[in-house]
């Protein structure tokens, strides 16, 4: 029982829907331990951020994806070691690794390479076949190349991602948040560009990037508690929380707990 519970409302953070993903930058096992025990029921999935997977020790990594599945955290290696794995042509190489390190989920990505379409497709599949939860992204890491995608090119690949069999869709913001997808370059939201991805695709299955708590906020009140969202720092966890559920002032009796 949480201390407060006759002042807290409660949501189930665990139903596919108001999913966090969190951005583990290179946590130790002692430190992880500590966040969650404190954090770990508001926390879905657990990204390796970039490479970070690729510079520890690989008892030091199945320590931690043990720790997190055992917190019910799904964990997974970030989509750049995908994309270094497809350049070099060694995916079932990386696959094979992730499955012997214990991880649950992959990304797929082209935020800095090209992957075509069909290649994309193919590889959603050959991940899905491994029994792996299936998490795609959308949009460049370089903000020159990503300010080209246009949002019915986001609805695009978006729908084109989960008709290939993804299960889930991350819109890219990058650990910033500024100036790439569906921020400019003060942080904020653009409005116009969400809309056209509201209509256009299914919401539910998309996980939207917001490291800036202005991003959560605004989604939160957009789409209610329920809301995915991506890209939260470790020491936000707890915050991000609380802002779903209207314990702090930026939400308190605005958000929809439905």
């Given amino acids: 029982m949480n201390a407060f519970d ?25 430190t992880l331990i500590d966040l969650l025990e404190l954090s770990g029921r508001y926390v879905d999935l657990a990204k390796f951020g970039w490479g970070t997977s690729a510079i520890h020790s690989r008892e030091m990594i199945q320590e931690k994806v043990e720790i997190y599945l055992s917190y019910d955290v799904n964990p997974y290696p970030g989509g750049t070691l995908f994309e270094i794995a497809y350049s070099q042509n060694k995916v079932e190489d990386f696959l094979n690794e992730a499955d ?6 992959i990304e797929i ?11 994309r497709e193919k590889y959603i599949s050959l991940v899905k076949e491994n029994g792996y939860l299936v998490i795609t992204e959308v949009g460049k890491k370089d903000p020159k190349r990503d300010h080209l995608l246009s949002a019915d090119d986001r609805v695009k690949l978006v729908n084109q991602d989960l008709e290939s069999g993804a299960d889930l869709v ?5 650990e910033g948040g500024k100036g ?33 708590k202005n ?6 009140l957009k789409f209610g508690a329920n809301v995915n ?5 470790p020491d936000e966890i707890t915050a991000l929380e609380t802002m779903r559920l209207g314990l702090r002032g930026d939400t308190l009796g605005k958000v929809n707990l439905g």
């Fill in 109 to 119: 990505s082209d935020g800095t390479i090209n992957i075509s379409p069909e290649e």
């Fill in 229 to 233: 969202l991506g890209n939260i720092s």
């Fill in 100 to 105: 012997k390190l214990g991880f649950g989920a």
């Fill in 215 to 220: 991003q959560q906020v605004y989604f939160i």
């Fill in 180 to 212: 790439i997808g569906l921020f400019d370059d003060h942080g904020d939201i653009k409005g116009d560009e969400l809309e056209v991805l509201i209509e256009g695709t299914q919401v539910e299955k998309i996980i939207w990037e917001a490291p800036l």
């Fill in 6 to 30: 006759f002042l807290a409302p409660q949501r189930n953070p665990k139903t596919g829907t108001g999913i966090t993903m969190m951005l583990d930058k290179g946590m130790g096992p002692v």
């Fill in 170 to 174: 991350l819109m890219e913001a990058r």
